[in-house]
């Protein structure tokens, strides 16, 4: 089992930028894939981006590549969530989870608290 906490959301302007971090506590960060997930308000919760447990391959959902990125840092067992040119359809509560399947969107573990991201336009 691994505890996730999400972190580094918050209010910006269409255009800017945020860092989301999901830090991880478990027996071995680096032996597993992890995902970024998003739920707008009245929407189902819907695929961000998730990398392999090497930091090797990644996945991204149409609607966010080539703006956003995601990384890992395994010394630190956390997770990042670089976005950039956020868009007020970005808004939505984050969530990150370990992940498991071809595409690496599968998600296995139990949804934290997510951390809120709003893009105003």
């Known amino acids: 089992q691994v505890q996730l906490v999400e972190s580094g959301g918050g209010l910006v302007q269409a255009g800017g930028s945020l860092r989301l971090s999901c830090a991880a506590s478990?027996?071995?960060?680096?032996?597993?894939?992890m995902g970024w997930f998003r739920q707008a308000p009245g929407k189902e919760r819907e695929f961000v981006a998730a990398l392999s447990w090497s930091g090797g391959t990644r996945y991204y959902a149409d609607s966010v590549k080539d703006r956003f990125t995601i990384s890992r840092d395994n010394t630190k067992n956390t997770v990042y969530l670089q976005m950039n040119s956020l868009k007020p359809e970005d808004t939505a509560v984050y969530y990150c989870?370990?992940?498991?399947?071809?595409?690496?969107?599968?998600?296995?573990?139990?949804w934290g608290q997510g951390t809120q991201v709003t893009v105003s336009s």
């Open positions: 478990g027996r071995t960060f680096s032996s597993y894939a």
């Open positions: 989870n370990v992940v498991i399947g071809a595409a690496l969107g599968e998600p296995i573990g139990n």
